[in-house]
């Protein structure tokens, strides 16, 4: 298989040498190339990437968008850009964890290979501002050390480009923007898989995570209000009732303690049906398949 790596990046020229010098450290196939997409940076970003690539013996595409085009639009023209069977997304404050996983990118085709109906493979992802991994076994074995998940998890994943043929993310700035092609290849009956052997580690510098900082809540609030949005947008009208007792449910574990709070969701979801609309449904039978594999959190 052809493997091209992505990184989409944004000022964070240090960081993005460590993400690429940490690709480079580990076993590639013959046939890699890199795509790295500059969101518009005002550091040495451009310096960095000639620095480390060019003389890395891998060819590879640089371009500095004239503005920032955000996550998703940022990795669809990344997607565009990559030439490989496989595609694969990095986040630019994220390594790989060489020390353990010097075969990742050959471990990962390898499950590829052999298991033709995955279109996404996730990795794992240790948050060092989480301190714990972003990505928990939810779904049914699909064999030693590989699991069926709902979603992709953008900061550490491969495509596969027969099946996704044209830029699959939803175009916004941030957030979510994997759940529509996550939720297209469960409609093909395809399989989205998590492989928690392949472990990056994600460095944020900063922690908006951090949520007794009023400054971070509205990632917050985005984070209850997007997946909702989308998947009003998508699931059958039936299945509405249940997804608004779902939001709820979360809203009142979470946000009790938030003023306004449900208000606030309320507002970044519609915000969201306004500005990225979809008018794409997956199939009832899709539904009830996914129901079987991850129960109640489908919704």
């Known amino acids: ?29 013959t046939n890699t190339e890199f795509v790295i997409i500059d969101n518009a ?23 500095r968008l004239a503005e920032n085009a955000g996550v998703g639009g940022g990795r669809n023209y990344a997607y565009e850009k990559a030439t490989g069977d496989v595609a694969y997304m990095l986040d630019d404050d994220a390594v790989i964890d060489v020390e353990h996983n010097s075969d990742f990118f050959l471990h990962a085709l390898d499950m590829l290979e052999k298991h033709p109906s995955v279109v996404t493979l996730t990795t794992q992802i240790y948050d060092t501002a989480w301190k714990k991994n972003r990505v928990e076994v939810g779904g049914p074995k699909i064999t030693e050390g590989l699991y069926k998940c709902q979603m992709f998890c953008g900061g550490s994943h491969f495509l596969r480009k027969s099946f996704f043929t044209s830029a699959p993310y939803l175009p916004n700035k941030y957030g979510y923007e994997e759940i529509p092609p996550s939720l297209r290849a469960m409609n093909a009956k395809k399989i989205n898989a998590f492989c928690p052997e392949l472990l990056i580690i994600h460095q944020p510098a900063n ?17 209850m209000g997007y997946p909702y949005a989308i998947k009003k947008m998508m699931y059958p009208v039936i299945a509405r009732p249940l997804l608004k007792l779902a939001n709820k449910r979360r809203m009142k574990i979470y946000l009790s303690d938030i003023e306004n709070a449900d208000q606030k969701v309320k507002e970044a979801a519609d915000n969201f049906c306004r500005d990225y609309p979809i008018s794409e449904k997956i199939k009832f039978t899709t539904l009830l398949r996914m129901f079987l594999d991850f129960k109640l959190s489908v919704f």
Not at 3 to 10: A, E, G, Q, Y
Not at 43 to 61: A, K, N
Not at 207 to 214: A, C, G, M, T, V
Request: proline share 3%.
């Open 41 to 63: 940076s005002t550091d040495d970003t451009e310096s960095v990437v000639r620095t480390v690539l060019g003389d890395c013996g891998y060819p590879y595409y640089y371009e």
């Open 207 to 223: 922690n908006k995570w951090d949520w007794s900082e009023e400054k971070n809540r509205q990632l917050l609030f985005n984070g």
């Open 1 to 29: 298989m052809n493997l091209s790596i992505c990184v989409i990046t944004m000022n964070r020229a240090r960081q993005l040498s460590e993400a690429l010098h940490s690709c480079l450290a580990c076993e590639l196939p």
